[in-house]
């Protein structure tokens, strides 16, 4: 165990100190011309040789381009290896500086992973292995951190770098931080999160599982912190959610009525109209205002923003950054975080979905969620009125641009016939979406008088965000949204209209219109199966 430990010592400051050059010193175009990171460093057991794991920003792993991007990256510092060991040889006090091999780090974070537990457990039935003496001498750091962490566990330096004992090593997440573009927002926000004593946390308006799970994990753990944190709303907490509040949540829309605090941070809110009735309290009752966000049509509105449009909720982005905190994340937080990531993603359906998420979902059962608990209480406690505003919403849906487009609403007087509330018409749009041969599913709630939300879902191929865009709306390519001041029976053709010509205009990109064969027969036959 000791001998992992200084082997990652050495690895952590190979890592840093190539690093460093990448930022100043390596002047290779190859080098220069993208954003390379190292996210890893192994030394092998005899020292005689590292690998440097690096990742190059932007691209996939199966663009031809990228992949040269890559390869280019590898070559550029294969030529400098020399100059980085010599580098390396003044800066660390070792016999004989490793051979360097780079690599770039795709897609084997779990097999590393595993083969580093194993390690670590062979390493455990060993007695102490015997070492150079003059390695022995470079770990003399290690011993002092022995000796603080008492008789039961051994510590190891972890790829984040704080200390496990062993048992918790074996029990590591398979999901691993690396360094990458967020870094610096990251520590923006953690630094803010680690130093002010006070805040307010804000979910949008009509929270849902990601703004909820998102703001109570956050105020569960800078409780743990001793600092004093409350959630702000506006409305009322959908029934299934209402699980995640342990005295979290205040109600207020009263700037006037609240103390100062340090801080006020919204999570999962695009822009500054998520929360129209806690403006105020937003710009005024936080010495700062930050935001933690995964929108793609993101609009700042606070003093710092770290958002990640890549990231399949704002939970997992909150995951993430507890993790660069070095938090310790509790079965409390880890059973919010995924009800987050597991209704944002719609259970792991929509394309949001990422190897990650799995990672990060990996995680979290890690911590010992009860999955079993938490879905009975997210998807399996429906009301009778919510069944009977669903029937009502229902049974006035159309079907329309030769099947592939549905449409259905929701007014104030069907809420009211129905006893129903208004977060339990959440849901209808992806119903209405999965029809089969649908590309395009609207739905449209009327809020009050003359404002009408419209939701928009797409299947494949439409990016609903572009529509709404057209109406001072947005959202993502297969979600999107926006508010219409007029009434239900004016809204309904407009909308219908700006489906079907988006529709059309696929369609004529794609040349189906011209070739003369209708727009995918097969949508139409599905419509006609079902009904
Ligand atoms: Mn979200």
Redesign the pocket.
């Known amino acids: 165990m000791a001998q992992s430990y200084r082997k990652g010592r050495l690895g952590g400051e190979i890592k840093k100190i190539i690093s460093e050059l990448l930022l100043k010193e390596l002047k290779d175009p190859r080098l220069t011309d993208k954003m390379i990171s190292v996210t890893d460093v192994e030394v092998s057991a005899d020292g005689s040789y590292a690998t440097v794991y690096i990742t190059v920003l932007g691209g996939s792993v199966r663009d031809d381009a990228s992949r040269n991007e890559k390869q280019d990256a590898i070559d550029g510092l294969t030529k400098a290896s020399g100059f980085i060991r010599k580098t390396i040889g003044r800066r660390v006090k070792i016999r004989h500086v490793p051979e360097l091999t780079f690599k770039v780090d795709e897609s084997l974070e779990y097999g590393r992973h595993m083969s580093k537990v194993l390690d670590s457990l062979q390493t455990d039935t060993k007695e102490e292995v015997a070492e150079p003496a003059q390695e022995a001498a470079d770990s003399a750091p290690a011993d002092v951190d022995y000796s603080e962490t008492g008789e039961d566990g051994v510590p190891v330096k972890d790829a984040r770098g704080y200390d496990l004992t062993e048992e918790e090593a074996v029990q590591e997440f398979v999901y691993r931080l690396r360094e990458d573009g967020r870094t610096p927002y990251m520590e923006k926000i953690a630094e803010i999160l680690r130093s002010v004593d006070s805040m307010y946390i804000f979910p949008h308006y009509v929270a849902?599982g990601?703004?909820m799970g998102s703001c109570a994990s956050l105020c569960h753990l800078m409780r743990q912190m001793g600092k004093e944190a409350d959630i702000l709303m506006e409305d009322e907490i959908p029934d299934n959610l209402q699980f995640l509040d342990k005295e979290y949540v205040t109600f207020a829309t009263d700037a006037d009525e609240l103390p100062q605090r340090d801080l006020c941070i919204a999570l999962?809110c695009s822009n500054f109209d998520r929360f129209p009735e806690r403006q105020r309290l937003f710009r005024e009752c936080g010495r700062q205002t930050a935001c933690i966000d995964?929108h793609k049509a993101f609009v700042e509105f606070a003093d710092v923003s770290l958002i990640d449009p890549d990231a399949s909720?704002?939970a997992e982005l909150m995951f993430e950054l507890y993790l660069y905190m070095g938090l310790r994340i509790d079965v409390e937080a880890a059973e919010a975080l995924y009800a987050g990531i597991v209704t944002?993603t719609g259970n792991f359906q929509y394309t949001n979905t990422t190897k990650k998420t799995h990672l990060i979902t990996a995680d979290l059962y890690t911590l010992g969620i009860d999955t079993k608990k938490l879905n009975i209480i997210l998807y399996q406690s429906d009301r009778p009125q919510k069944l009977k505003l669903h029937a009502m919403i229902m049974s006035h849906m159309r079907i329309f641009c030769d099947g592939r487009a549905s449409l259905a609403y929701v007014t104030l007087d069907m809420y009211q016939e129905a006893g129903a509330k208004t977060s339990e018409s959440d849901g209808i749009n992806a119903k209405i979406r999965d029809i089969k041969g649908v590309e395009v599913a609207v739905f449209m709630r009327e809020k009050k008088d003359h404002e009408i939300k419209v939701g928009f879902r797409s299947k494949d191929y439409i990016d609903v965000a572009e529509i709404c865009v057209k109406f001072g709306g947005g959202g993502h390519e297969h979600a999107a949204g926006c508010t219409m001041e007029m009434t239900m029976e004016e809204t309904i053709p407009v909308i219908m209209n700006a489906v079907e010509e988006a529709l059309k205009e696929y369609d004529e990109q794609h040349m189906l219109v011209e070739e003369g064969t209708p727009a995918l027969p097969a949508a139409e036959a599905g419509i006609q199966e079902e009904s």
Request: hydrophobic content about 25%.
């Open positions: 849902d990601d703004a999962d995964h909720a704002t944002d």
